[in-house]
């Protein structure tokens, strides 16, 4: 038993490791934008999509904790544009909302 604990130990460190090498490149893993959004102060942007899953399960879990810990925060929906028409749809109608 005692192997099996120091080999998940090891591993462990060797995937935190790994992990930590990697330095995001500017125009890889990220972009900066040339022209910022105007939002207002105290905003957040929340960036999302209607086809992802994990957009859904974010809203559904996290938003609503953030609402209750961050007074005074406003929080700007942006919708992709992405997939396509579909996308495209789905921004027209979130912007007619």
Known sequence: MKIISKFTRILAVFCLLGSMANALEEGKEYQILQKPLDVP?????????????????????????????????KFIPYHLKTKGKLGETASKIFAAM
Do not use: W
């Open 41 to 73: 102060k105290n905003s957040v942007v929340k960036v999302f999509s209607y086809e992802c899953p994990h957009c859904y399960k974010f809203d559904k879990t996290v938003t609503p904790k953030l609402f209750s810990e961050l007074d005074g925060v």
